[in-house]
């Protein structure tokens, strides 16, 4: 039955749309045993976040990238930015380097719905 899909149904896509602040979080946690200053001094592991062309975004200032640990994660970096229209369709890349060779990246991207004023929900249940 399809009807079960309805209980998915929710309004946050409306919460993206030009003018919003957006911000997007990418971790990095050991799961092998090695400490977190090991992963990070000795290893050399890195995150970073880059747009579509690979550049740091740390160099444009319309993002505000903070970078921190806790007790689980050895490295958490957000970003935050303002959305404008150019957004629509633009990808963010969280992108893991060890000693400066890409590992791996994590894409994000933002799509306006095309009517972003409306509250309507993504599934409504009819």
């Known amino acids: 039955s399809s ?7 929710s309004s946050s896509q409306t919460e993206i749309s030009p003018g919003r602040s957006v911000t ?3 971790q990095l946690y050991s799961d092998t045993g090695l400490s977190c200053d090991d992963l990070v001094s000795s290893e050399g592991f890195e995150l970073l976040w880059v747009n579509q062309a690979g550049v740091d975004l740390k160099t444009d ?3 505000q990238i903070l970078s921190s640990s806790d007790q689980y994660h050895c490295i958490i ?4 930015t303002t959305l404008l229209n150019e957004d629509d ?3 963010w890349r969280c992108r893991l380097t060890h000693r400066n060779q890409l590992e791996t ?3 994000y991207t933002v799509k306006y ?3 972003a004023d409306s509250t309507t929900a993504v599934n ?3």
């Open 3 to 9: 009807s079960s899909s309805s209980s998915s149904s």
């Open 105 to 107: 990246s994590v894409r």
């Open 61 to 63: 200032s319309r993002y």
């Open 24 to 26: 997007l979080s990418c």
């Open 89 to 91: 369709n633009r990808e």
């Open 124 to 126: 409504p249940v009819h």
């Open 77 to 80: 970096i957000t970003l935050t």
């Open 113 to 115: 719905s095309a009517q």
